[in-house]
């Protein structure tokens, strides 16, 4: 009978197991998706200026993007009076800039 059980204690954790890894792939996979739609319905006119791509999904493009100086006010700041074209520029509080 113990046999028995931790085979079945055993099959479940492989189950649950590969249940979790399709779960977090599912959800990297959809998260891809949906960040991506939302960059490309910025329109043709859109720039984004960021310390980090938000749309990173190699580490070691992320691990060099952090080495980058943070974005400030005084960044903001010369990207709107240097960008005339620009029919606005916005600042966001993520280390990015939004025109």
Do not use: W
């Amino acid at each position: 009978m113990g046999e028995q059980a931790a085979l079945a204690l055993t099959l479940l954790g492989v189950v649950i197991g590969v249940a979790a890894v399709i779960a977090v792939v599912t959800f990297v996979n959809g998260i891809n998706g949906y960040v991506a739609e939302k960059i490309l319905n910025l329109g043709a006119d859109a720039f984004i200026m960021c310390k980090v791509s938000p749309a990173t999904t190699n580490i070691d493009h992320y691990l060099e993007a952090m080495k980058r100086k943070d974005l400030n006010m005084d960044d903001y700041r010369a990207v709107r009076e240097g960008c005339k074209l620009c029919s606005y520029v916005e600042h966001t509080p993520s280390n990015s800039l939004a025109m």
